[in-house]
């Protein structure tokens, strides 16, 4: 079993900068690759953002060049450093394992509105 908690989000106007972060705990270490997800508002769960065992990241196209998401190894920690935020990446931000376990975290809203 996994336990994910998610921190971090919040209301930010266009333009602006969050840092996400994500405490996993529980059987993590079958998983290498680890990422964050959203749920905007009428949509699918999409994959943003991915970063391997050996530091490799993957953004989507729409994130490239603004979010870096990295990891602490030792501190089971991920995090997810979104700049030059869109109206369009307001979501609930979760993040799992890729492939993910079935156990999600509750996520973190975010927000960008002016």
Not at 37 to 51: D, F, H, M, N, S
């Amino acid at each position: 079993q996994v336990h994910l908690v998610e921190s971090g989000g919040g209301l930010v106007q266009p333009g602006g900068s969050l840092r996400l972060s994500c405490a996993a705990s529980g059987s993590i270490f079958s998983k290498d690759t680890w990422g964050w997800y959203r749920q905007a508002p009428g949509k699918e769960r999409e994959l943003v953002a991915t970063i391997t065992k050996n530091g490799y990241t993957n953004y989507i196209d729409s994130v490239k060049g603004r979010f870096t998401i990295s990891k602490n190894n030792a501190r089971n920690m991920v995090y997810l450093q979104m700049n030059s935020l869109k109206p369009e990446d307001t979501a609930v931000y979760y993040c799992n394992a890729d492939p993910y376990y079935e156990d999600w975290g509750k996520g973190t809203l975010v927000t960008v509105s002016s």
